[in-house]
């Protein structure tokens, strides 16, 4: 059985870096694509990062571009999210998803699918606000 435990999340000040976690189990991250997306109150899930099979295919949403990076540690089987000079629109709740079938991130392919709920497994998220 697929799961996705996030954590690192919380209360940081504009400007502020956390990372986030999302440890899996009963899937490897050397064969499926894995990616982070957000839901702020009375929004909609957007696409965050997302990096497939190979460490080198990496996506980002242009709202994080240059502030966030998206890693993974195979031999861990953990993915993390880097996020710099956090702004207050970055709050959310963050949740990982994978899906065993989808092997890459390329482009915004990745993203269409867990907005649309087309991803099989997700995290219960870990929630991130961004406030002074």
């Known amino acids: 059985q697929v799961q996705l435990v996030e954590s690192g999340g919380g209360l940081v000040q504009p400007g502020g870096s956390l990372t986030l976690s999302c440890s899996a189990s009963g899937l490897t991250l050397d064969s499926s694509a894995i990616g982070w997306f957000r839901q702020a109150p009375d929004q909609e899930r957007e696409g965050v990062a997302c990096?497939?099979?190979?460490?080198?295919?990496?996506f980002y949403a242009d709202s994080i571009l240059g502030r966030f990076f998206i890693s993974k540690d195979v031999a861990n089987n953990t993915v993390y999210l880097q996020m710099d000079n956090l702004k207050p629109e970055d709050t959310a709740v963050y949740y990982c998803a994978a899906d065993p079938v989808v092997r890459s991130c390329s482009g915004t392919w990745f993203f269409s699918l867990g907005e649309d709920d087309k991803l099989d497994y997700w995290g219960k998220g870990t929630a991130v606000t961004v406030s002074s």
């Open positions: 990096i497939g099979i190979t460490a080198g295919s990496r």
